[in-house]
């Protein structure tokens, strides 16, 4: 078993950075992939980026590449989503996810947190 908790939403204007954690706890993350999903009013879940087991392997929606960093510290338990250049169309609540093997679809998470709210204002 393991369990999610993401930190670090809040708001912040257009162009602006933030960091996001999550704390896992049980189960260590460092056998999981993890990933980051986010999901606005009325959308389904959508992919943001995703980091393989030993931290060597990442993969970033169109979107966010170039813009999102996602890193993990397998000791701490933790992976983190570095978000620069913030637009409102990033404006959701973010998951982070643990999973069998890196992939960009909800469905093969096994593990998920509650999420935390970020709303980009222009």
């Known amino acids: 078993q393991v369990q999610l908790v993401e930190s670090g939403g809040g708001l912040v204007q257009a162009g602006g950075s933030l960091r996001l954690s999550c704390a896992a706890s049980?189960?260590?993350?460092?056998?999981?992939?993890m990933g980051w999903f986010r999901q606005a009013p009325g959308k389904e879940r959508e992919f943001v980026a995703a980091?393989?087991?030993?931290?060597?392997?990442?993969y970033y929606a169109d979107s966010e590449m170039g813009r999102f960093t996602i890193s993990r510290d397998n000791a701490k338990n933790a992976v983190f989503l570095q978000m620069s250049a913030l637009r409102p169309e990033d404006t959701a609540v973010y998951y982070c996810?643990?999973?069998?093997?890196?992939?960009?679809?909800?469905?093969?998470?096994?593990?998920w947190g509650q999420g935390t709210q970020v709303t980009v204002s222009s």
């Open positions: 996810a643990a999973g069998s093997h890196l992939s960009d679809y909800a469905r093969t998470y096994d593990y």
């Open positions: 980091i393989s087991w030993s931290g060597g392997t990442t």
């Open positions: 049980g189960r260590t993350v460092s056998s999981y992939a």
